[in-house]
Every structure is written in structure tokens, then in C-alpha cells.
T-cell receptor, first 112, second 113 residues
Framework: DAKTTQPNSMESNEEEPVHLPCNHS???????IHWYRQLPSQGPEYVIH???SNVNNRMASLAIAEDRKSSTLILHRATLRDAAVYYC?????????????FGQGTTLQVKP | DTGVSQNPRHKITKRGQNVTFRCDPI?????LYWYRQTLGQGPEFLTY????????KSRLLSDRFSAERPKGSFSTLEIQRTEQGDSAMYLC???????????FGSGTRLTVV
């Protein structure tokens, strides 16, 4: 399974943008880049995913490098409720199972 | 639809007892996954169902673990002869086939004493 590398932790101030990086240098052509987040005592929550082009939704934006070896999750205005563990995951689009393999993720702290 | 529902939310059991957890996925989702998560770690894949067929099992799923999804609707995960090392959060997720996001439940926290 392709792996991703994320910083262990990051801090942000409330109301400011947050850029969460992810490296995936061994990504294959069929791998989709997925992001999930997990708040304390809850199951993970889907945030966004993409293949080659940048993606936007109501929660966040996903910027994918041209060579696809890295990506950045962008939270446009961090709130205290965005404090969570953020997971960057490669999901094999050609796989029959589509299972997600989670790493350690990035723990985001948001300061008021 | 209220999302993925897991019951119970918490379970405390004595070592050696059997436990069973239930997951009710989003009704139109044909894919269902079970994960296990221990403190400070990301979720670990356990098993996958497409409709009623169990198509993949992780090596983590020892012979004490069994999962079913009769009729392709709800699923159960049973652990026999529980051990202290089984203490964890057990998460269920469902999705459509294809490259869609998963919806996770809130999990069942198991404590084996």
C-alpha cells in the first residue's frame, strides 16, 4: 500500500487559514488522495478527495502538486471546531476493496 | 438517513467473555468496513464486505474474530474469548462502490478487564 508522510502536529490561530501538507512520493497513477479528520471520541469524518486537479468543497480545498507527489489540505478560516487529527490517505482506485490505510496523521491545534 | 449507527457505544467485559457489536450502515451503501483503533494510533483495517460477501480480511483478524453481514444490510463483529489486547475502539464505515468517501460511525469502545 502506498504511504504518506505528514507532520505529527501543527498549530494555527483561529480565523486564519491552515495549510496541512502531505507527501506521497510513491503515488501510482490510480491512487486517489483522500483526507479525513477525526475529532476526539468520534469516528473519522470524510473531508475531501481528488485525483489530479485541485478540488474545493464546503469544508476545505485540496491542492495537488503537478507531479502528484504531494498535496495540501487548506482550511480557509480555522475555527476551534477544526481542532482534530487530519489523515492524508492514498486510496487505490483500481482496487476491488477501496480500503483506506490510515497513518498517524497530523494533530491540528487551533488557538483562540 | 441518520448516518452509520454502531451499538453499543461502550462495552466493558471480563477477559474470556464473548462480545458482539452491531453496525447499521447507510442503507444505499453496498460497501461496509470494520476498523480497530487503539489510543494514539490511526484506525487499522480489519475486514470488508461488498453487499453480503466478505471479500477481504486483515491478518489482524485472528480466528477469535468473526464478522457477518447477512442480506447485505447490517453487520456484526464478534470477538470470542476476549483478551486485554482486544481493548480498543471498533469502527464501522460504509460507502458506495467507486471512489467515494466513507461515512464512519462513532464506534464501539471495548474495554476488557
Amino acid at each position: 500500500d502506498a504511504k504518506t508522510t505528514q507532520p505529527n502536529s501543527m498549530e494555527s490561530n483561529e480565523e486564519e487559514p491552515v495549510h496541512l501538507p502531505c507527501n506521497h512520493s510513491t503515488i501510482s497513477g490510480t491512487d486517489y488522495i483522500h483526507w479525513y479528520r477525526q475529532l476526539p471520541s468520534q469516528g473519522p469524518e470524510y473531508v475531501i478527495h481528488g485525483l489530479t486537479s485541485n478540488v474545493n468543497n464546503r469544508m476545505a480545498s485540496l491542492a495537488i502538486a503537478e507531479d502528484r507527489k504531494s498535496s495540501t489540505l487548506i482550511l480557509h478560516r480555522a475555527t476551534l471546531r477544526d481542532a482534530a487529527v487530519y489523515y492524508c490517505i492514498l486510496r487505490d482506485g483500481s482496487s476491488n476493496t477501496g480500503k483506506l490505510i490510515f497513518g498517524q496523521g497530523t494533530t491540528l491545534q487551533v488557538k483562540p | 438517513d441518520t448516518g452509520v449507527s454502531q451499538n453499543p457505544r461502550h462495552k466493558i467485559t471480563k477477559r474470556g467473555q464473548n462480545v458482539t457489536f452491531r453496525c447499521d450502515p447507510i442503507s444505499e451503501h453496498n460497501r461496509l468496513y470494520w476498523y480497530r483503533q487503539t489510543l494514539g494510533q490511526g484506525p487499522e483495517f480489519l475486514t470488508y464486505f461488498q453487499n453480503e460477501a466478505q471479500l477481504e480480511k486483515s491478518r489482524l483478524l485472528s480466528d477469535r474474530f468473526s464478522a457477518e453481514r447477512p442480506k447485505g444490510s447490517f453487520s456484526t463483529l464478534e470477538i470470542q474469548r476476549t483478551e486485554q489486547g482486544d481493548s480498543a475502539m471498533y469502527l464501522c464505515a460504509s460507502s458506495h462502490a467507486g471512489n467515494y468517501g466513507y461515512t464512519f460511525g462513532s464506534g464501539t469502545r471495548l474495554t476488557v478487564v
